[in-house]
C-alpha cells in the first residue's frame, strides 16, 4: 500500500469527525422573566429590523403579536374556502342522487327541492369548514414539526412554565454573530445563548 494511500485513509476520518462536530449556528436564544419584557424586548427587534425571528411563551401574552409586527392570519379565508366547498358538494351531490342518477317521483313532489338539503348543506358546511380550519393551521405554522434547535437547549424546557424567549436566526440578513450578540445582550435577558442547527 502506497503512503499517498494511507495518509488519504488517515484524513478521511478527520474530515468526517470534523464535518459532524462542526454544527452550524442556528441563531441566538435569550431568555426573559416576565411577559412585560418579552413584549418589550420584541418591539425592539422589531424596531431593529429583524425578520426571521421568533418569540416563546408557556401562554398567549396581550400585545405580543403587535410588537412583533405580525399580519392577520388568513386562516379564516381558508376556513371559508372549506365551508363554501363543502355547501357546494353537498347540493350537488343532493341534486345529481335525486334528480339525475336516481329520479323518484313520489306525489308529484319536485325531484329537487332546496328546503329539503339544507341539513345536509348545513353539516357539510360546517365539517369541511373544521378540516380547513385544521389542516390550514397545520400548514400556516409548518407543522408537524419534530425538530428545533431550541429544543437542544436546557434553558428552553422552561418555556412550557414560567419562561419567555426569543430566538433570532442566523438566516437573517441583518444577522451578525457579534454585533447581533451584543444587541441579544442589551434586551435585557437573563441570558444569551447561541442554538447550533
Same mark, same amino acid.
Not at 357539510?124 to 373544521?130: D, G, N
Not at 400556516?140 to 431550541?150: E, Q
Not at 447581533?180 to 447561541?194: M, Y
Given at each position: 500500500?502506497?503512503?499517498?494511500?494511507?495518509?488519504?485513509?488517515?484524513?478521511? &476520518?478527520?474530515?468526517?469527525?470534523?464535518?459532524?462536530?462542526?454544527?452550524?449556528?442556528?441563531?441566538?436564544?435569550?431568555?426573559?422573566?416576565?411577559?412585560?419584557?418579552?413584549?418589550?424586548?420584541?418591539?425592539?427587534?422589531?424596531?431593529?429590523?429583524?425578520?426571521?425571528?421568533?418569540?416563546?411563551?408557556?401562554?398567549?401574552?396581550?400585545?405580543?403579536?403587535?410588537?412583533?409586527?405580525?399580519?392577520?392570519?388568513?386562516?379564516?379565508?381558508? $376556513?371559508?374556502?372549506?365551508?363554501?366547498?363543502?355547501?357546494?358538494?353537498?347540493?350537488?351531490?343532493?341534486?345529481?342522487?335525486? $334528480?339525475?342518477?336516481? &329520479?323518484?317521483?313520489?306525489?308529484?313532489?319536485?325531484?329537487?327541492?332546496?328546503?329539503?338539503?339544507?341539513?345536509?348543506?348545513?353539516?357539510?358546511?360546517?365539517?369541511?369548514?373544521?378540516?380547513?380550519?385544521?389542516?390550514?393551521?397545520?400548514?400556516?405554522?409548518?407543522?408537524?414539526?419534530?425538530?428545533?434547535?431550541?429544543?437542544?437547549?436546557?434553558?428552553?424546557?422552561?418555556?412550557?412554565?414560567?419562561?419567555?424567549?426569543?430566538?433570532?436566526?442566523?438566516?437573517? &440578513?441583518?444577522?451578525? &454573530?457579534?454585533?447581533?450578540?451584543?444587541?441579544?445582550?442589551?434586551?435585557?435577558?437573563?441570558?444569551?445563548?447561541?442554538?447550533?442547527?
Amino acid at each position: 500500500m502506497s503512503a499517498e494511500a494511507n495518509n488519504s485513509k488517515s484524513e478521511a &476520518p478527520d474530515l468526517e469527525r470534523e464535518s459532524q462536530g462542526a454544527n452550524q449556528l442556528y441563531g441566538l436564544l435569550v431568555e426573559f422573566g416576565t411577559p412585560q419584557e418579552l413584549v418589550e424586548a420584541a418591539r425592539r427587534v422589531q424596531e431593529a429590523g429583524f425578520r426571521r425571528w421568533d418569540a416563546h411563551s408557556p401562554f398567549p401574552v396581550h400585545g405580543l403579536d403587535q410588537a412583533m409586527g405580525l399580519r392577520p392570519t388568513g386562516l379564516p379565508w381558508i $376556513a371559508l374556502g372549506g365551508g363554501a366547498v363543502g355547501a357546494a358538494a353537498a347540493l350537488l351531490l343532493q341534486w345529481w342522487t335525486n $334528480a339525475v342518477n336516481y &329520479p323518484f317521483l313520489v306525489s308529484g313532489k319536485p325531484l329537487f327541492s332546496l328546503p329539503s338539503t339544507i341539513p345536509i348543506v348545513f353539516e357539510l358546511t360546517i365539517l369541511f369548514s373544521a378540516f380547513g380550519a385544521f389542516f390550514g393551521m397545520l400548514a400556516l405554522n409548518g407543522l408537524p414539526m419534530l425538530y428545533h434547535p431550541v429544543f437542544r437547549s436546557r434553558r428552553f424546557r422552561r418555556a412550557a412554565v414560567d419562561r419567555f424567549f426569543i430566538a433570532i436566526e442566523a438566516a437573517d &440578513p441583518r444577522f451578525d &454573530p457579534v454585533q447581533t450578540r451584543k444587541f441579544a445582550e442589551s434586551l435585557g435577558g437573563l441570558g444569551v445563548e447561541e442554538l447550533e442547527e
